[in-house]
């Protein structure tokens, strides 16, 4: 603080008040405005890990994605893939993710399976070559369960590994 700090010539001790510095109010706009900027910033992080509540039938869309019975086969003879499904909700289409090498790539396949019923084995052909193939059932709910407007939920903790061969 010795810079601020000047002695007059009768040794008296006093601040330079000609320095320049912001003043209080445009201090605390500045400081209200980096707030509202890092709230902004957290807010749309925390987004990714909050999911919409999806409903169907009156129950949440992860309680229905836990009844979801379904399983798959893959022919590597025909590079087809033979889904049935063994539950008692429809599943309106999966998520594909293939596993080559390392990489990763997820494919949509929308075609509703009704339940107790199989999806024909021709519908799905898959490029190869890849280690794996995941299957993330994808279901239809309302976002607020009264609407009639319908959204996808993707069944990320119900899903079905095949290891190809």
Same mark, same amino acid.
């Given at each position: 603080?010795?810079?601020?700090?000047?002695?007059?010539?009768?040794?008296?001790?006093?601040?330079? %008040?000609?320095?320049? &510095?912001?003043?209080?109010?445009?201090?605390?706009?500045?400081?209200?405005?980096?707030?509202?900027?890092?709230?902004?910033?957290?807010?749309?992080?925390?987004?990714?890990?909050?999911?919409?509540?999806?409903? %169907?039938?009156?129950?949440?869309?992860?309680?229905?994605?836990?009844?979801?019975?379904?399983?798959?086969?893959?022919?590597?003879?025909?590079?087809?893939?033979?889904?049935?499904?063994?539950?008692?909700?429809?599943?309106?289409?999966?998520?594909?993710?293939?596993?080559?090498?390392?990489?990763? &790539? +997820?494919?949509?396949?929308?075609?509703?399976?009704?339940?107790?019923? &199989?999806?024909?084995?021709?519908?799905?052909?898959?490029?190869?070559?890849?280690?794996?193939?995941?299957?993330?059932?994808?279901?239809?709910?309302?976002?607020?369960?009264?609407? $009639?407007?319908?959204? +996808?939920?993707?069944?990320?903790?119900?899903?079905? %590994?095949?290891?190809? $061969?």
């Amino acid at each position: 603080m010795e810079f601020f700090k000047r002695v007059d010539k009768n040794g008296k001790t006093f601040f330079n %008040k000609n320095k320049n &510095a912001l003043s209080p109010t445009v201090a605390t706009i500045l400081m209200v405005v980096l707030i509202l900027i890092l709230a902004a910033i957290i807010f749309a992080w925390m987004r990714g890990f909050i999911r919409d509540s999806v409903e %169907k039938n009156g129950l949440t869309a992860e309680k229905v994605c836990r009844e979801l019975k379904f399983d798959a086969y893959y022919n590597t003879a025909g590079s087809k893939l033979s889904i049935v499904n063994e539950g008692n909700y429809a599943i309106n289409g999966f998520e594909i993710k293939t596993v080559s090498g390392g990489n990763a &790539a +997820r494919i949509p396949f929308y075609y509703s399976i009704a339940p107790a019923s &199989a999806l024909p084995p021709y519908y799905v052909l898959l490029q190869e070559p890849f280690e794996s193939v995941e299957l993330f059932p994808i279901i239809l709910g309302t976002p607020d369960g009264k609407s $009639s407007v319908t959204k +996808r939920y993707v069944c990320l903790h119900n899903s079905k %590994k095949i290891i190809v $061969s």
